[in-house]
């Protein structure tokens, strides 16, 4: 026969935790029972139920041969299952940035592998499962220089393109165009934005090759400008790459134009928009195609107090003054005081700009490199075969043709 209280055990329901504190409590009651012994009761344990551990994912690195992938371009790792996270990490030990697809089924680094390096990754999934690998790039077959135009920290004119010289020639344009950027900040902002214009392969250098970058429209006044070159981590071409990388901001000053009208025989300045000054002017001959001043946006691109004019065609060598050179070929906007009286009247110059030197002096500190100088109203076209900083002699359309991309 049961006993009262194993029966009331039995009842459970609303007072089982009250009668397990009494069976507690009261314990001694079955004592001496049936054997004189403490009853006791073992409980039944049912095993635990083992999990087999997920399979690791298989990763793959995109357009890897043998155990290298091709430097010059970002690494894609696949995944053959979605991903939690993966960390890639170069030789040093340094996180390598990049993001993952949407599916977080591929990793794509955010720029491209260098040359002759090795990175490792550790990919996780979401339940857990890890796996791990390396990816090693292929060597260089030799480093080559290049050098810009702008230094870090200049100051620039509005028109002023960049142009990347190369010491060798770029056979893979596409490849190294397409991992080039310009960035800008607007004066008072705190945010980069991709400037709007495009890089344009042009043969200023040949046989070497130059790629210069210019704006749709002018630089925005006072703005900062940041130039990301991975040179060193690109394949320029048959496995020739660069000496360095570069990574460098510099400074869009003023808005400064001067509208150069032949016809009118003056200069107007243009500062921020406002119009600061004109001077009588004499351009080049109008009736000599050799001696016109050529129509089209140039740029300044030095200045000289004194400089030796000198000229093996029209035999002579003239001392000036005040000289702000607006064309690589032999054309100034400067001091001569032989031509005042014809300034503000009449053409009579060899090509060059020729002002009082009152008025020249007065321009002359104001004018910085990259300042547009946009002469209207003459016979002769601006083109690449008088200079080679005809950047804004072409259209957007002829412009953009001349990009690899």
Known sequence: MSHPLTRRLALGGAFAAAITVCAAACGSLEKDHASGQEASEKPTRTPAATTAAPDPPTVTVAGQSGDTIAFGAPVVLNSSAALRTIAVTDASGHAVDGAFSAKHTSWSSTGPIGPGVSWTWTATTPGGAVSHGTIASTAATRTASAVGNIGPGVTVGVAAPIVVNFNTLVTDKAAVERQLQVLVRPNGSQTWSPAAGSWAWLPDNAPNSTVHFRTREYWPAYSEVRVIMPLAHLDWGGGVTGEQDFDWKFSIGRSQVVIADARTHAIAIFRDGAHVATYPASYG??????????TGINIVTEKLQTIDMKSKVFHYSDIEHWAVRFNDDGQFIHANPATLAEQGHSNVSHGCINLSTENAKAYYPTAIY???????????????TRTQLYDWALSWKQWTA????
């Open 285 to 294: 001959l109008d009736s000599d195609p050799r001696r016109v001043t050529r």
């Open 370 to 384: 990259g300042d547009p100088v946009d002469v209207r109203g003459t016979s002769v076209l601006l083109d690449d």
């Open 402 to 405: 001349l990009s690899a991309l």
